[in-house]
């Protein structure tokens, strides 16, 4: 689910390009950042869950290009700032995820 950003659009290309760019350590991270869990369900993504049950991943466009992403993962939700470049949001996406490992979550 993407709020504030269709499918298409450019900044949503550019994240699926990151996260392919990414290593599985980073990809890990990722998903860590944005559900507070290293692990895919069992039953895939369609299965993630919340504070309130089921949760499907979503990104929402939020923020100012000097943001960093912000993850609430009570909600399975990535804030994505509109950043103007690829490589302006694999820097600031890969900056967000490598110093939330630096806070220990498991």
């Known amino acids: 689910m993407i709020e504030g950003y269709h ?39 369609a299965a993630l869950r919340g504070s309130n049950g089921l949760r499907r991943f979503c990104i929402e466009k939020w923020g100012k290009i000097t943001s960093l992403p912000r993850a609430h993962t009570c909600f399975n939700r990535l804030d994505l700032p509109p950043y103007p470049s690829y490589s302006m949001l694999y820097e600031k996406l890969l900056t967000a995820v490598e110093e939330t490992s630096t806070f220990g979550l498991e």
């Open 7 to 45: 499918d298409g659009h450019l900044v949503i290309r550019w994240f699926w390009a990151a996260v392919e760019r990414f290593n599985n350590e980073q990809r890990l991270r990722l998903l860590q950042f944005v559900t507070g869990t290293s692990s895919v369900p069992y039953e895939g993504f």
